[in-house]
């Protein structure tokens, strides 16, 4: 795992060197065969409709949008020449693996248990995924971040997985760029502050009333990945 942390450090040391505009993805092409079914199915998860668009019996587009979410998804008639099914390892990043598993469950979608990879091994019978082929039973022990999945599909085959990202990997958030894509995201980022901050106090033995500062500090410096306050 240290070989693979390193590689992802250098190519986002690269990237950020050689890159003078900004790159936004916007859009993932879905390959679906039905595309009424695929519309029902993506707003089953709750995600919310942008377009429907047809031209003609030929052509048409549907995108989707994720809650909180910068990037969406399109499928239709005629958008993508790729097998129906053949998108797989499509990742959503959530502060809370169990409750975003909750949430689809009580819509219906049929979703996996949550899995966590074995460290260091990366050949296995199952799918791929970021950590390897061999899925381990249940969130990771240690509850790191990026290390706890679950996984689903949607009606052609489509694979998806929620990834839970609790702190981001250092390089990855610059520190003006604090953001939060839901109140449950923030309110995780709070209590792990508020953790923290609670230690920070018996280590002083004192009340410490400048807490909103510190509860700050912590929260930029825990998404740009640089050392923790204490």
Same mark, same amino acid.
């Given at each position: 795992?240290?070989? /693979?942390?390193?590689?992802?450090?250098t !190519?986002?040391? #690269?990237?950020?060197a050689a890159?003078? %505009?900004?790159?936004?993805l916007e &859009?993932?092409?879905?390959? %679906?065969?039905d %595309? #009424? *079914?695929a519309?029902q199915?993506y707003?089953?998860?709750?995600?919310r409709?942008d377009?429907?668009?047809?031209?003609g019996?030929d052509y *048409?587009? &549907?995108?989707? !949008?994720?809650?909180?979410s +910068?990037?969406?998804? =399109?499928f239709?008639? +005629?958008v $993508?020449?790729?097998?129906p099914g053949?998108?797989?390892g499509?990742? /959503?990043v959530?502060?809370?693996?169990?409750a975003?598993?909750?949430?689809?469950?009580?819509?219906?979608?049929? &979703?996996?248990?949550?899995?966590?990879?074995?460290?260091?091994?990366?050949?296995?019978?199952?799918?791929?995924? /970021?950590f390897?082929?061999?899925?381990?039973?249940?969130?990771d022990?240690?509850? @790191?971040?990026? @290390?706890?999945?679950?996984s689903? @599909?949607?009606?052609?085959?489509?694979?998806? /997985?929620?990834? #839970?990202?609790?702190?981001?990997l250092p390089? @990855?958030?610059?520190a %003006?760029?604090? !953001?939060? $894509?839901?109140?449950?995201?923030?309110?995780?980022?709070l209590?792990?502050?508020?953790?923290?901050?609670?230690?920070? #106090?018996? *280590? !002083?033995?004192?009340?410490?009333?400048?807490w909103?500062d510190?509860?700050?500090?912590? =929260?930029? *410096?825990?998404?740009a990945?640089?050392?923790?306050?204490?």
């Amino acid at each position: 795992m240290s070989d /693979l942390k390193e590689r992802i450090g250098t !190519t986002s040391a #690269e990237t950020t060197a050689a890159t003078t %505009v900004d790159l936004k993805l916007e &859009i993932v092409v879905i390959p %679906v065969s039905d %595309v #009424e *079914r695929a519309k029902q199915f993506y707003a089953k998860l709750g995600w919310r409709l942008d377009a429907d668009y047809a031209s003609g019996d030929d052509y *048409r587009v &549907i995108q989707f !949008t994720p809650p909180g979410s +910068n990037a969406s998804v =399109i499928f239709g008639k +005629n958008v $993508t020449a790729a097998a129906p099914g053949s998108a797989q390892g499509l990742y /959503l990043v959530v502060s809370d693996i169990e409750a975003a598993r909750k949430e689809l469950l009580g819509r219906g979608v049929a &979703i996996s248990e949550a899995f966590h990879g074995a460290d260091g091994v990366y050949a296995g019978p199952d799918e791929p995924y /970021l950590f390897g082929r061999l899925r381990v039973s249940g969130p990771d022990p240690d509850h @790191r971040s990026y @290390r706890s999945f679950v996984s689903f @599909r949607d009606p052609d085959g489509n694979g998806w /997985l929620f990834q #839970e990202v609790t702190a981001r990997l250092p390089g @990855r958030v610059d520190a %003006v760029d604090t !953001t939060f $894509t839901s109140s449950t995201e923030l309110a995780s980022a709070l209590r792990r502050a508020a953790a923290a901050h609670g230690e920070h #106090e018996k *280590r !002083t033995g004192q009340h410490d009333v400048n807490w909103p500062d510190w509860y700050a500090e912590y =929260i930029v *410096r825990e998404q740009a990945g640089k050392p923790l306050p204490s």
